[in-house]
């Protein structure tokens, strides 16, 4: 197992050209005995760059300097680990429907959507919002949502109106209601510093879904999909998807998550970083950082994994 000291310099890397105080921030607690000696008595799982600073912003009320952080580290650790135990990486965010939607909108209509790793459900509004492909405008039905702009690449089928969805669910081991101040709290403590219009964008798909809550089943995708999936009406064209979610699981339980989603009679779309899903090979200098892959087989395209750029490969 790698050692944190390794992981936040990594984190570092992946958070350039992004957040800026956050590259600061994991290279600094890269370089500090007393911060990696807190994270070293968390387990692995919790110890991650995203919950410490997450739980450092909930606390704080504002982005963690490092200078704050040596000082909940120091004085508060039993509060700043009690957050990050209880807590999970929850990035709600909504602009990945932009990467999907093409994909979405070449299937039989109607649809009924599973998100596994769903967290409050703004990833299964995509009719509700509206999208901005360099100028091709999709409008949702939701005109208060907002217009969710992706950059495009390639021969992206890009739809002239949403998909028609019957039915829709999300799965998660953790949900968090979009009615609860404290849960949306801790989603907007989950947007790095500096990242543009994030915050405003999740605070107006905020609004949307609180207009039409979806419904958020509590469980664990290893075991209880199936159950989900036989909810869904058998005159729609079910899919399952998620994104940055299976990064979270062992290599055995993806595999077997494979498995199980094969047993289905529905569409696996998996938007996820490379090498998550075993046996695809990315393409050569390509600036997206996930994979858009189909039924576990197909590379459809590459995509930014928060939403911002699609490049079409099929």
Request: proline letters at 8%.
């Amino acid at each position: 197992m790698p050692s944190n000291h390794d992981r936040y310099l990594r984190f570092a890397e992946e958070a350039m050209g992004r957040s800026p105080a956050y590259v600061r921030l994991a290279n600094a607690v890269a370089g500090d005995p007393a911060i990696l000696s807190f994270l070293d008595t968390l387990p692995w799982e919790k110890s991650q760059p995203n919950l410490l600073f997450g739980a450092a912003y909930y606390l704080l009320r504002e982005p963690a300097g490092v200078e704050q952080l040596r000082s909940l580290v120091s004085e508060y650790p039993s509060e700043l680990a009690r957050e990050m135990v209880l807590r999970r990486t929850q990035t709600n965010e909504a602009a990945r429907c932009a990467t999907l939607l093409p994909a979405l909108a070449q299937l039989p209509q109607p649809l009924a959507l599973i998100e596994v790793g769903a967290s409050a459900g703004l990833t299964l509004l995509f009719d509700k919002y509206s999208y901005d492909y360099d100028g091709h405008l999709v409008t949702g039905h939701d005109r208060d949502a907002p217009v969710l702009r992706c950059g495009v690449t390639g021969p992206v089928p890009l739809p002239d109106r949403v998909p028609e969805i019957l039915w829709r669910a999300g799965l998660d081991l953790n949900p968090l209601d979009v009615r609860s101040e404290d849960d949306m709290r801790w989603l907007s403590c989950m947007v790095w510093p500096g990242e543009g219009d994030r915050l405003e964008r999740l605070a107006a798909a905020i609004a949307a879904a609180r207009r039409d809550p979806p419904r958020i089943h509590r469980g664990d995708l290893r075991t209880d999909l199936p159950a989900l999936a036989a909810q869904a009406p058998a005159d729609a064209t079910l899919v399952v998807y998620h994104t940055a979610v299976l990064n979270y699981l062992p290599r055995a339980d993806r595999e077997q998550f494979g498995k199980t989603v094969a047993g289905l009679r529905c569409v696996w779309l998996s938007n996820e970083a490379p090498g998550v899903v075993a046996g695809i090979t990315p393409p050569a200098n390509d600036r997206h950082n996930f994979l858009l892959i189909r039924d576990g087989s197909t590379l459809v395209a590459t995509t930014d994994s928060h939403g911002t750029g699609v490049q079409w490969l099929v």
